[in-house]
């Protein structure tokens, strides 16, 4: 194989790479940038409380309008985090709201995850709304979205290109 081609080769398959991976970073990220959720990327803290109120924090990520960290009364329910937050926005799924919780006994740490249904509230009690210090909630997509199957698409062309090139260069 001479030098030329060769060099070619190695080019294409690192600008194939390189554009993998920028696509990937732009199309990829649903919680702000890209073709995804409009919003900052940038960290946000929220503190709802009055003065003099106890308060704890709480961690709400996902498809809502204004996902950070709250620091919220110790009477919030996860209802009214989410009201806070602004709501959940039109394609979240709020059929299956995961709570992650952290709990610390006698020196040991254990993670207890459970889902929440809020599709049917009138089912559930005020346990189940419940928050604790620590909290991270997380609402997912409730469907495929148009920006997955883009980022699918753009990662396949990529590739192929990058193909397409290599076999091009080492046949001329």
Do not use: C
């Not at 030098?3 to 080769?9: E, H, L, N, Q, S």
């Not at 940038?33 to 409380?49: D, P, R, V």
Request: aromatic share 6%.
């Amino acid at each position: 194989m001479q030098p030329v081609r060769a060099r070619t080769i190695i080019a294409g398959l690192f600008f194939g790479i390189a554009l993998t991976g920028i696509a990937h970073a732009q199309l990829e990220n649903p919680l702000g940038g890209g073709l995804g959720l409009t919003g900052s990327s940038q960290a946000a803290y929220y503190l709802i409380s009055k003065s003099g109120e106890i308060t704890m924090p709480i961690n709400l990520w996902g498809y809502v309008k204004n996902p950070g960290r709250y620091e919220v009364p110790i009477s919030t329910d996860l209802v009214q985090l989410i009201s806070y937050a602004g709501g959940p926005l039109a394609d979240a799924d709020l059929g299956s709201v995961k709570i992650t919780r952290i709990i610390q006994r006698d020196n040991q740490i254990r993670k207890v995850e459970y889902t929440v249904n809020l599709n049917h509230l009138e089912r559930l009690d005020a346990l189940a709304l419940s928050l604790e210090a620590g909290d991270t909630i997380y609402i997912d997509s409730l469907t495929f979205q148009v920006r997955d199957i883009v980022n699918i698409i753009t990662t396949a062309a990529i590739i192929t290109g990058s193909v397409a090139s290599v076999i091009y260069a080492s046949r001329h």
